[in-house]
Nanobody
Framework: QVQVVESGGGLVQPGGSLRLSCAAS????????MGWYRQAPGKQREQVAV???????NYADSVKGRFTISRDNAKNTVYLQMNSLKPEDTAVYYC???????????WGQGTQVTVSS
């Protein structure tokens, strides 16, 4: 069984920074991707940033240049450094692990990020 647990959300002022962490545990293949997604009230969940175990990364246009995804494969942990935060970044942020071998997706419970003065 795979568990995905996020941490690091909170309230921050516009222009501020936050760092989210996500740790995966359990049994899964090393050929995978881990990523961050977000869902704002009344909107669909959207991809924010994804990083594969091989190092390929992909960002949403809205966060390019402000957010950075990184991972520690030895710890099965992925991070999202969020800088220059805007009110429109307010959302519940979810972490997911995508096991490419068995085509399984595992989601965390989400962490709230609120950008407000």
């Amino acid at each position: 069984q795979v568990q995905v647990v996020e941490s690091g959300g909170g309230l921050v002022q516009p222009g501020g920074s936050l760092r989210l962490s996500c740790a995966a545990s359990g049994s899964f293949h090393s050929l995978n991707a881990m990523g961050w997604y977000r869902q704002a009230p009344g909107k669909q969940r959207e991809q924010v940033a994804v990083l594969s175990s091989g190092g390929s990364e992909n960002y949403a246009d809205s966060v390019k240049g402000r957010f950075t995804i990184s991972r520690d494969n030895a710890k099965n942990t992925v991070y999202l450094q969020m800088n220059s935060l805007k009110p429109e970044d307010t959302a519940v942020y979810y972490c997911a692990l995508h096991d490419w071998v068995i085509k399984g997706d595992y989601w965390g419970q989400g962490t709230q990020v609120t950008v407000s003065s």
